[in-house]
């Protein structure tokens, strides 16, 4: 597998004095699952148009599979776009709209009929070919958009939030569907979210965009265990953040006065120096313990539960404790809005799971 | 309520009274068996519609107008959907001066624009007849094309032109697969209704046409004689129904596939 199919080097794109992307540089292998993950006006959606040749950077190169595709327009890429609202052409049935992108490909007719309805088939659409869009639900027309550009058998399928429209079960189900296609075609899919669980979900890789710059890009895995600045480690699911100074190195790990709490010594994941005044120790409300009892943590805390919110499969409990000043977040499967009666628990944390972060 | 609804209704009513009525006379006054517009009516014939028929010099002129009108129509709905897929599509400076020039036409006094186009057509040597007739026209018909066309682009889902680019289409092959069949109504409504009001259009047609009279300058010039009264009106009559059939048609073609079925008309200009 080529770990270089689609290099992004240096680009930028300015719109006036807006920076959409802001000297971005990385490469995607082929075959991959890559989703740009940000919050909307991240510069995302920018990225994927100027893969697609909907818009020309201001500065940088793009290379696909090797050869400069910089200034090709839209229709000489080897790419393909599912659109975010479909855009499923309302003046022709479905499949019309799949044949559509075949006719410059000098296809016999019945390389055509073959390729359509393989697609059709890949997609689960077999008997919609008469229908037209407004005869479609939202799952169906997005599988027809999926089959329009899957169909030109492109080298990257680029989709811009393609399941931001359909309500949550269908999403989740698409979501797996996605995925088992894409690994079942082979093709490298460039996905743009907003959606952090979705990304995680989904990608072999996330690119986490925060004002047209990439904040990080890794594995979804370690992307929730590791995150390398406190955007990130916030945009991806949910945490506590603690205040904190470093003090003197020990090999790997750095002693860390957390405010409020005392002297600790943690993992220096991300190499920071002694001294710093400006760090913060995130913990995940998930690998936090609430109990009715103390524990041999490395960090016990006595606190009163001030709110809670029953999800069914978790309950997450916010939790007042006169050691910390602010509220602290802490999920947990095994107890729920019932098991304490009068409010009062134990919170438990390892030092394990803090992850410090640089503060920026 | 009750009352208030009633008011309004008798309002309605009297407003269309007033704008249809005179308008009426016409076809009736058609086909009555005498040559004067007066009660009581005599008699019912066709007379006047063959008398009408007969006259050859009708017949060119009805030629001259189709001529201008087919010219005027096709070469102003064209100017026009470039300049509304501009301004519904793109944000550029001076946006707004350029669609108040195209606009302006629109509100002039038409007796101005046509001494100006007689005075430079003259100026430049030219001989008067249907040419700058059309001229005129199709400066006349342009703002009017500009609004039908551009309330049909106006929201229309240009990712629709963009997924079609995507889809190995250059920018023509774009127009003429996604945008033109999309825009086909609007064009069509366009076309009609640019042709009705060059059809009908009688100032600059007086000013410029020379001796190449058009349909409107025809009537006028037969209405000078009392005795030819009859065969004009029923000329009157087969225009206002013409001209409002195109009208209705122009209007529902216009609204096709806009709002709730917006999706579901198919125009197949293409296999």
Not at chain 1, 195 to 203: G, N, R
Not at chain 1, 273 to 292: K, L
Not at chain 2, 103 to 108: G, H, N, Q
Request: hydrophobic share 45%.
């Amino acid at each position: 597998m080529n770990d270089s199919f689609i290099q992004i080097n240096g680009i930028s794109k300015h719109f006036g004095n807006v920076k959409a992307v802001d000297d971005v540089s990385f490469q995607i292998k082929e075959g991959e699952f890559f989703s740009l993950l940000g919050p909307s006006g991240c510069g995302k959606t920018t990225l994927l148009r100027l893969l697609a040749g909907f818009e020309y950077p201001t500065s940088g190169n793009l290379l696909l599979d090797g050869s400069d595709i910089t200034a090709l327009p839209p229709d000489k890429r080897p790419t393909n776009m599912v659109f975010q609202n479909y855009a499923i052409f309302p003046h022709i049935n479905v499949e019309k709209n799949v044949q559509f992108g075949l006719r410059k490909l000098g296809l016999t007719n019945d390389e055509i009929t073959k390729r359509v309805k393989d697609v059709l088939s890949l997609v689960k659409l077999e008997g919609y070919e008469e229908r037209y869009s407004s005869q479609l639900s939202g799952g169906q027309r997005q599988r027809v958009a999926l089959a329009r550009a899957l169909v030109r058998q492109p080298k990257v399928l680029l989709l811009d939030e393609p399941l931001g429209a359909l309500d949550k079960k269908l999403r989740d189900e698409m979501q797996l569907e996605l995925r088992t296609l894409q690994k079942e075609i082979g093709i490298t899919f460039v996905f743009v979210t907003h959606d952090q669980q979705e990304a995680i979900s989904m990608s072999d890789r996330v690119a986490v965009m925060s004002e047209g710059k990439i904040q990080q890009m890794s594995s979804p895995n370690e992307l929730y265990k590791n995150p390398q600045n406190i955007f990130v480690s916030d945009f991806i699911g949910e945490t506590n953040f603690l205040k904190a100074k470093t003090n003197s190195k020990d090999g790997e790990y750095i002693n860390v006065n957390i405010e409020d709490l005392g002297s600790f010594k943690i993992k220096n994941n991300l190499n920071i120096s002694e001294n710093a005044s400006d760090v913060i120790c995130s913990v995940r409300p998930e690998t936090m313990m609430i109990d009715r009892e103390k524990s041999d943590w490395d960090i016990c805390l006595e606190g009163k539960i001030k709110q809670t919110s029953y999800l069914g499969e978790m309950t997450k409990f916010y939790v007042e404790t006169k050691e910390i000043e602010k509220i602290i977040t802490v999920s947990s499967q095994y107890f729920d809005n019932q098991s304490f009666q009068d409010g009062k628990c134990f919170i438990s944390i390892n030092l394990n799971d803090i992850s410090l972060l640089n503060k920026k | 309520m009750e009352q208030k609804n009633n008011t309004l209704l008798i309002y309605t009513l009297l407003y269309f009274a007033f704008l249809y009525i005179p308008v009426l006379f016409l076809p009736i006054f058609s086909f009555n068996d005498a040559n004067y517009m007066s009660f009581p009516l005599s008699g019912f014939t066709t007379e006047h519609y063959e008398e009408m028929w007969a006259k050859t010099n009708l017949h060119k002129a009805l030629w001259a107008s189709i001529k201008v009108g087919v010219v005027a129509s096709v070469v102003s709905t064209t100017i026009a959907l470039f300049a509304a897929k501009a301004f519904a599509r793109y944000k550029f400076r001076g946006q707004n001066i350029s669609y108040g020039a195209i606009m302006i036409p629109f509100l002039i006094p038409e007796i101005i624009l046509a001494v100006a186009i007689l005075v430079i057509w003259l100026s430049l040597g030219f001989k008067l007849g249907l040419v700058p007739v059309t001229l005129g026209h199709i400066l006349f018909c342009t703002p009017f094309a500009m609004l039908i066309l551009i309330a049909r682009i106006e929201g229309f889902d240009f990712s629709l032109e963009e997924a079609s680019r995507d889809l190995g289409e250059n920018a023509w092959g774009t127009f003429y697969r996604v945008s033109l069949p999309l825009y086909l109504p609007g064009i069509i409504a366009s076309l009609l209704l640019s042709f009705i009001i060059s059809f009908d259009e009688f100032v600059l047609a007086f000013f410029l046409t020379g001796s190449d009279a058009t349909l409107p300058m025809y009537m006028w010039a037969q209405m000078r004689f009392i005795q030819k009264l009859p065969h004009v009106l029923a000329l009157g009559a087969v225009i206002i129904v013409f001209t409002t059939f195109i009208v209705l048609l122009a209007f529902w073609l216009r609204n096709l596939g806009q709002g709730k079925e917006k999706a579901e008309f198919g125009i197949k200009i293409h296999e």
